[in-house]
């Protein structure tokens, strides 16, 4: 089991990565132990590490998988960069670990058209919007959003309206220099 404290004094550690089918299982049970997140099946997270491994990121310690974000640039509209899902595993938050992941998906050559980032988050959910209006004030971005997905009209009812967040990118020559 590792301490918090040693994951924090070893900020620099971290390594980065794309995800390999093999990681799959893993990324399934880190995403398992973040309460509150969507649980998807297994495969979907082995077709994320297969399929869209170029725009998902997986973070490491010492072999441990501590982050991940999946998202993909839109189909049809390679200047927006959508984030699925932001997991951080209890032991390595307050590292500033999930900013980190999205800086270094945004400077992969494969995000090199992305202008604007998008995702959905729901009203009550302070860690992502405080997630993301950090990422926005430190891109010198622009945040805005609007109800997206409605309870009753997309999810009949059972789970609250997820707002469809965008966040407006400066010119990208700042976030190449993170790579």
């Known amino acids: 089991m590792v301490d918090i404290h040693k994951i924090k004094s070893r900020h620099d550690d971290v390594q980065f990565r794309k ?22 099946s297994m ?11 170029d725009t998902c990121i997986l973070a490491e310690l010492d072999g441990m998988h501590i982050g ?3 998202g993909y640039v839109l189909p049809g509209d390679a200047e927006t960069f959508f984030v699925w899902q932001v997991a951080v595993s209890p032991k390595a938050r307050g590292l ?7 800086e ?15 995702t959905t988050i729901t009203k009550d959910n302070d860690a992502s919007w405080a997630l993301f ?17 409605e309870r009753e009209t ?18 990208s020559d700042g976030l190449e220099a993170v790579a």
């Open 154 to 171: 997309h999810f009949q009812g059972g789970q609250a309206t997820e707002h469809m967040v965008t966040i407006q990118l400066p010119e």
């Open 19 to 40: 995800p390999d089918a093999e990681d799959g299982a893993l990324i399934w049970d880190l995403i398992a132990a973040c309460k509150p997140l969507d649980e998807n």
């Open 104 to 118: 270094q998906l945004l400077a992969r050559d494969e995000c090199r058209d992305v202008t604007r980032m998008q």
């Open 43 to 53: 495969y979907c997270n082995l077709i994320q590490c297969d399929h869209f491994r």
């Open 68 to 70: 991940w974000i999946s």
């Open 96 to 102: 500033g670990l999930a900013k980190r992941m999205l």
């Open 133 to 149: 209006r950090s990422f926005a004030d430190a891109q010198d971005g622009e945040l805005d959003h609007e109800a997206h997905f």
